[in-house]
């Protein structure tokens, strides 16, 4: 590849419009944030920087800590969900026939075609008490009564009288399965392009040294295609963190997250150096876990060498 020296004019066309771009819509929005992170809130816009650490002293009180900490462990948990999940259905794109490739992956990305939050709407439907869930539930709840009688049991209801609806809507499991269907893809596409790249001679090999599925995938698979995991892992994660219309849709009092309290302190509270300061301390993890990542990455290819 050509130095960028040889063509600084090509260089600097190409590299000036995206560079101005992210200064004026990214860098710079999110200095003036952490600038109002230092300040004070006096009256119902005026805002003071006057250099106090007071509103992170506050975000570090054990209410919002136990908030960050419930916002972590939702987001691990829906991050995991979708790393068991993405795992087999990357494995079943790279491992189908080529004519099937394109529309599977066409599944897999079909819903970025359509709105996030829309979609996420969608999932009312599904959930509530009349929903679509509830319904079939119900269908198989009747058929598995008559199943019950064709075999001879009679009117022996082995299931119950009456179907009771689940309660799926409003609650942490509406919220964790609203992240997984919002994230899902985000797991899928890394995973499937270290997949589709893996040598499939080194599972054969694992097979017939007498390796069942288990064990090549943990000692053969994963190690080769953990970078594509990884990065699934910290897409995933990330958004789901800060991640505030989803359980303000699906989840109920008990199922607000970090996201949550950020977006009132902006809005409905007006408490923009306070919202500041939490929006940080969640940048601040999310450096944290591009850090982590870059150290894994840097020992891996260290190993590998």
Same mark, same amino acid.
């Given at each position: 590849?050509?130095? %960028?020296?040889?063509?600084?004019? +090509?260089?600097?066309?190409? *590299?000036?419009?995206?560079?101005?771009? @992210?200064?004026?819509? #990214? =860098?710079?929005?999110?200095?003036?944030?952490?600038?109002?992170?230092?300040?004070?809130?006096?009256?119902?816009?005026?805002?003071?920087?006057?250099?106090?650490?007071?509103?992170?002293?506050?975000?570090?009180?054990?209410?919002?800590?136990?908030?960050?900490?419930?916002?972590?462990?939702?987001?691990?948990?829906?991050?995991?969900?979708?790393?068991?999940?993405?795992?087999?259905?990357?494995?079943?794109?790279?491992?189908?026939?080529?004519?099937?490739?394109?529309?599977?992956?066409?599944?897999?990305?079909?819903?970025?075609?359509?709105?996030?939050?829309?979609?996420?709407?969608?999932?009312?439907?599904?959930?509530?008490?009349?929903?679509?869930?509830?319904?079939?539930?119900?269908?198989? %709840?009747?058929?598995?009564?008559? +199943?019950?009688?064709?075999? *001879?049991?009679?009117?022996?209801?082995? @299931?119950?009288?009456? #179907? =009771?609806?689940?309660?799926?809507?409003?609650?942490?499991?509406?919220?964790?399965?609203?992240?997984?269907?919002?994230?899902?893809?985000?797991?899928?596409?890394?995973?499937?392009?270290?997949?589709?790249?893996?040598?499939?001679?080194?599972?054969?090999?694992?097979?017939?040294?007498?390796?069942?599925?288990?064990?090549?995938?943990?000692?053969?698979?994963?190690?080769?295609?953990?970078?594509?995991?990884?990065?699934?892992?910290?897409?995933?994660?990330?958004?789901?963190?800060?991640?505030?219309?989803?359980?303000?849709?699906?989840?109920?009092?008990?199922?607000?997250?970090?996201?949550?309290?950020?977006?009132?302190?902006?809005?409905?509270?007006?408490?923009?150096?306070?919202?500041?300061?939490?929006?940080?301390?969640?940048?601040?993890?999310?450096?944290?876990?591009?850090?982590?990542?870059?150290? @894994?990455?840097?020992?891996?290819?260290?190993?590998?060498?």
């Amino acid at each position: 590849m050509e130095s %960028w020296r040889q063509n600084r004019v +090509v260089f600097w066309v190409l *590299g000036i419009p995206p560079t101005l771009w @992210l200064a004026l819509f #990214f =860098v710079i929005p999110l200095g003036i944030v952490w600038f109002i992170s230092f300040g004070e809130k006096r009256g119902l816009i005026d805002i003071a920087i006057t250099g106090t650490l007071d509103n992170y002293a506050r975000a570090l009180q054990p209410l919002y800590l136990q908030i960050f900490w419930k916002s972590i462990w939702m987001a691990g948990a829906a991050t995991l969900i979708c790393l068991v999940v993405g795992y087999p259905v990357a494995f079943a794109i790279a491992f189908a026939p080529e004519r099937w490739k394109i529309w599977l992956m066409l599944a897999v990305i079909l819903p970025f075609w359509i709105n996030i939050l829309i979609r996420t709407y969608a999932l009312i439907a599904v959930f509530r008490t009349r929903g679509f869930a509830n319904f079939t539930l119900e269908w198989l %709840w009747e058929k598995g009564d008559w +199943v019950l009688a064709t075999a *001879g049991l009679g009117e022996y209801h082995l @299931l119950g009288e009456r #179907f =009771v609806p689940l309660n799926m809507l409003y609650n942490n499991y509406a919220v964790s399965m609203g992240i997984v269907y919002a994230f899902l893809p985000f797991m899928i596409l890394p995973l499937y392009a270290n997949i589709e790249k893996l040598d499939r001679s080194y599972m054969e090999a694992s097979f017939d040294l007498g390796a069942g599925h288990w064990r090549t995938f943990t000692s053969v698979v994963f190690p080769l295609t953990w970078h594509g995991a990884l990065s699934g892992i910290i897409i995933v994660f990330i958004p789901a963190l800060g991640a505030f219309f989803i359980p303000e849709l699906l989840g109920g009092t008990d199922s607000q997250l970090i996201g949550n309290v950020i977006e009132r302190q902006f809005k409905s509270a007006n408490d923009w150096p306070f919202g500041g300061a939490l929006s940080f301390l969640l940048m601040y993890a999310t450096f944290g876990a591009l850090a982590l990542r870059a150290v @894994l990455v840097g020992r891996g290819k260290a190993l590998e060498v």
